[in-house]
């Protein structure tokens, strides 16, 4: 009897050092207390679908969808946010794209974990992965690491939270600065308020803010010109319009769907 329990008090002696050990390392790990960003722009289960094309001509589709289920990473919750734009089928002979974005993103503190970049334009292609250690504010790419600046954006993440914040009270020409992570450097994001417009696309007509952010790497789009944004003027801030300055004029993506917002869209006249 004696040998069995004392095989016992040895087993429950182990696993609670082993839960000792881990809940230590977590507590460790945890001890930076994150920043919290309001949120009342987006949600799970968003979904906001596209046409792209050059004037009158539609030669794509695309969408942001945030996946209706969170994801965890690091003990904290996250959006699973999918970015994607392609050709029409019947285009592919003439210019083929299948360019594909992921990012999870902290749903407290909008900022990421994770990022994934898959390019297919043409002849060109890209992959590129990193992960986001917050805590010690590192950003992890292959094999390597590189030091970065505290709440580092990646490119996806970086339009999120600004979705976040007040821009109907903004100037026109202020300007907001970000860091965004990208390849292997972190560069300054800096999104201008262009000012205010009233468009009409396919899913309505709309109250919008123009911005136009100056993007130097990361794209979401292959241009070396112009972007512009038109987003709803109201909470959801959901893009409406997006225009790049290509050389024979504008290329861009209208909204032609909706669902799933987080709330009303006010910014919707009709």
């Known amino acids: 009897m004696k040998a069995k329990y004392l095989i016992l008090v040895l087993i429950v002696y182990i ?20 920043r919290y960003v309001k949120n009342e722009a987006f949600g799970f289960g968003e979904k906001l679908e596209y046409k792209v094309g050059y004037k009158f001509i539609t030669a794509g589709t695309g969408y942001f969808h945030i996946l209706p289920d969170p994801i965890e990473i690091n003990g904290r919750k996250c959006f699973d946010i ?24 902290d749903v407290d503190g909008i900022f990421p974990w994770e990022f994934e970049q898959r390019v297919r334009e043409g002849n060109y292609k890209r992959d ?18 590189y030091k970065t600046p505290e709440y580092v954006n990646d490119i996806v993440s970086a339009f ?3 979705r976040t914040m007040d821009l109907s009270t903004m100037k026109k020409d202020s300007t907001i600065y970000l860091q965004n992570f990208f390849d292997d ?24 803010v123009v911005v136009e952010p100056i993007v130097k790497k990361g794209n979401l789009f292959q241009s070396d010109g112009s972007i512009f944004i038109w ?11 997006v225009a790049t300055k290509i050389p024979i004029g504008f290329v ?9 917002l987080r709330g009303p869209l006010k910014a919707k006249i009709k």
């Open 185 to 208: 450097t972190t560069h300054t994001l800096a999104v201008r308020i262009k000012g205010k417009e009233t468009i009409e696309v396919e899913a309505g007509t709309f109250r919008c």
């Open 15 to 34: 696993f609670l050092s082993i839960v000792l050990v881990e809940v230590y390392a977590q507590s460790t790990q945890s001890g930076k207390e994150f």
């Open 128 to 145: 590129f992965k990193a992960t986001f250690d917050q805590y010690n504010n590192y950003a992890h790419v292959k094999e390597k690491k």
């Open 160 to 162: 999120f939270y600004v």
């Open 252 to 260: 861009g993506a209208e909204l032609v769907k909706y669902s799933g």
């Open 82 to 105: 999918r970015f994607q734009v392609k050709s029409l089928e019947s285009l592919d002979w003439l210019y083929r794209v299948r360019d594909q974005y992921r990012t999870a993103l």
């Open 231 to 241: 987003l709803s003027d109201d909470e959801r801030k959901i893009p409406v319009r």
